[in-house]
């Protein structure tokens, strides 16, 4: 059983470029999150997707946008990178969220902006 | 606004040695609280969930507590072995959303 898997595992961008980050969930999950985890900072919440709708959305601007495909996978996008946007990106699935208990996360993107 | 707070930032311990993680939240009506691993450039790992009417969650050399209405909680780590070497995070879930917020992170050594 597969568990959350992401592509890239990294990726190197320059200031003003656009990137796009993908997520399929683990076997039998249809809810996704994604965070944002700088170095030496704990995660913080980007987004959360469910029946392919952004249902909760953190303090991030909107840059930053995603999609929930009817597989349940997901991609995150990020418009007009900036310096600070260099961090490890991580996605997360449960079943049905909003009442569930474990999140089960992937090993993450590693994004670099030059 | 939910804040959570981490000590210590870093721990170095001989191998063998219990040792104890702290978290605290500044909301307490939370849904549930979990403490995680992460390796370096990893993602996370769940080592235990405990819900809101929970006082304890053991998981082999694991044992974490929750004390809500302090807005605590403690993972206790018996007799550590260098392949406990990670961060540990601990992060609450709001009971009016869905969001986990995590706090920095504690991260522990221990040496051979």
């Known amino acids: 059983d597969a568990g959350v898997t992401q592509s890239p595992t990294h990726l190197i961008k320059t200031r003003g470029q656009q990137v796009t980050l993908r997520c399929s969930p683990k076997?039998?999950?249809?809810?996704v999150s994604w965070y944002q985890q700088a170095l030496g900072q704990g995660p913080q919440f980007i987004f959360q997707y469910y029946e392919e709708e952004e249902r909760q959305r953190g303090n991030f601007p909107d840059r930053f946008s995603g999609h929930q495909f009817p597989n349940y996978s997901s991609e995150l996008n990020v418009n007009a990178l900036l310096l600070g946007d260099s961090a490890l990106y991580l996605c997360?699935?449960?079943?049905?969220?909003?009442?569930?208990?474990?999140?089960?996360f992937g090993s993450g993107t590693q994004l670099s902006v030059l | 606004k939910q804040e959570v707070t981490q000590i210590p930032a870093a721990l170095s311990v001989p191998e063998g040695e219990n040792l104890v993680l702290n978290c605290s939240f500044t909301?307490?009506?939370?849904?549930?609280l979990q403490w995680f691993r992460q390796d370096p450039g990893k993602g996370l790992t769940s080592l235990l969930l405990i819900q809101s009417s929970q006082r304890e969650q053991t998981s082999g050399r694991l044992n974490a507590s929750l004390d809500k209405s302090s807005g605590r909680s403690t993972l206790y780590i018996a007799a550590s072995q260098p392949g406990d070497s990670a961060t540990y995070l601990c992060?609450?879930?709001?009971?009016?959303?869905?969001?986990?917020?995590f706090g920095e992170g504690t991260q522990l050594t221990v040496n051979p």
């Open positions: 076997s039998g999950h249809d809810t």
């Open positions: 909301d307490s009506a939370i849904y549930n």
């Open positions: 992060a609450v879930k709001e009971t009016s959303g869905s969001r986990l917020t």
């Open positions: 997360a699935s449960s079943f049905n969220d909003w009442l569930s208990e474990k999140l089960f």
